[in-house]
């Protein structure tokens, strides 16, 4: 029984002697290495970086040497040749050393001292595949579909576990490369995933696919990526300065005709909210002599560019907006007609009017003030921008209060009154200022006439 006892302790010993290593730090040369329990070291000092042993009957520690991560053994040898960029990294090959997997069955990346460039060793830190990439990731996934991501001649692409490249290097981050990666190993999204990258040559954008083939060719001087996971059916892209609406098969949904994306996306609802093209108007300007109109969705002109300016229809379905014609304003129907004449000097001003006619209110129950270009007198327009009463006046302004009782301050021969809607001065021009007029209009329309 003696003897069977001193026989497994001696077995014990055999097998977990390393036990007795453990990491140490020597602040003098500021370096790792590891000693026996009675603190004399084992394992030299001489290692940037290092991490415990671990393992079962054959034990083993990640460690750092030049710049690069390695794997030795409890003796100090270098199992792993130190060519390992983390030490996550030299741990997986640690195991694989461990358990005496097949060498080369999982291969890890690894940079070459000689010249800077990338490849893959196995757990011995032999190499597998060259290193011919400027700079390589430890692979993903489970063969038959591990993909690792690499890069060359400055853009990202995938090699699988057998070092063939099956996608083209064209992304500019490894993360898109891994996005795509992730969509080639799960085999699905063929025909729906898009990513925008540039083209290297001519700087411009495109799409690609999961295998980094062009899918929308790289026309476009920028884009919106394809929304959540890439997987929208529309995006926004810019050509020649202006914004427009294409699908992930590169079909031009609205022509390069709006000014900003917001604007190109705003056009994109009308058309997924399946709107006809009659219903809606946007303003914007003809690229080529600067000259206002309307577009539909699909950027199609539907009023066309001859304005100085535009705004918005209400809500973009409304019956009427304004447009600025030979420096005046002017009011115009969805359909393009002319609802009034060119001689409002404001956007509000033409507004209010169009709006008069829009809720069908009286002709001539509200007037504007207008200078005639031509006398440069002042008179009053209706809505439609007729006159009412005659351009006679030095000046003008709006009319307050209501129908009957509806005065407006004017001003003749150098003082100001205040006229009704006749054109007849109803308060006597006799004030400096048209405020003062405006209060004694005030009085007269309260019944305390003069």
Known sequence: ??????????????????????????????????????GTWKIAPIYQRAGEF??????????????????????GNLVCRNLLPTKEVAREAGQQWEVQSEPGKWVYPARNQADGRWGFVDYYGRWKYQPVYEAANPHQGKEPKSYATVKKEGRWGCI???GILVINNIFQTAEQAEEAGAQWALGRNYYRWRQAVTNPQTGLWGFVDYLGRWAVKPVYTDQVAFGEDNLYEYTQVKQEGRW???????????????????????ALQQY????????????????????????????????????????????????????KYDGYWMV?????????RNVFNLSSEAWQAGNQWDTHQELGHWLY???????QA?????????????????????????????????????????????????????????????????????????
């Open 244 to 266: 427009g609406n294409i699908s992930r098969n590169g079909e031009v949904i609205s022509t390069f005709i709006f000014f900003t994306q917001e604007d190109a996306a705003y």
């Open 54 to 75: 671990e393992g079962g009957a054959r034990k083993w520690a990640p460690v750092k040497l030049d710049g690069h991560w390695g794997v030795i053994d409890v003796d």
């Open 378 to 450: 002042w008179g009053y327009v209706d809505y439609k921008g007729e006159w009412v009463i005659k351009p006679t006046l030095e000046d003008a302004k709006l009319f307050t209060f209501v129908w009957n009782d509806r005065v407006a301050p004017a001003k003749m021969d150098g003082k100001w009154g205040c006229i009704d809607h006749t054109g007849q001065f109803v308060v006597k021009n006799q004030y400096k200022t048209s405020a003062e007029a405006a209060m004694a209009g005030r009085r007269w329309a309260e019944g305390k006439k003069f």
């Open 1 to 38: 029984m003696k003897r069977t006892c001193i026989l497994l302790i001696a077995t014990l010993m055999a097998c977990f002697g390393g036990h007795a290593q453990k990491l140490a730090y020597e602040s003098s040369l500021q370096s790792f290495g590891y000693k026996n329990d009675n």
């Open 160 to 162: 699988d576990g057998r």
């Open 332 to 340: 115009v129907s969805d359909t393009g007609e002319d609802l009034s």
């Open 369 to 375: 003030p207008i200078m005639d270009p031509g006398t």
């Open 272 to 323: 997924e909210h399946g709107r006809t093209l009659e219903d809606w108007r946007f303003p914007v300007s003809n690229p080529s002599d600067g000259k206002w109109g309307w577009v539909d969705w699909s950027g199609e002109w539907q009023i066309q560019p001859i304005y100085e300016d535009a705004t918005h229809f209400a809500n973009d379905t409304g019956l009427f907006a304004t447009a």
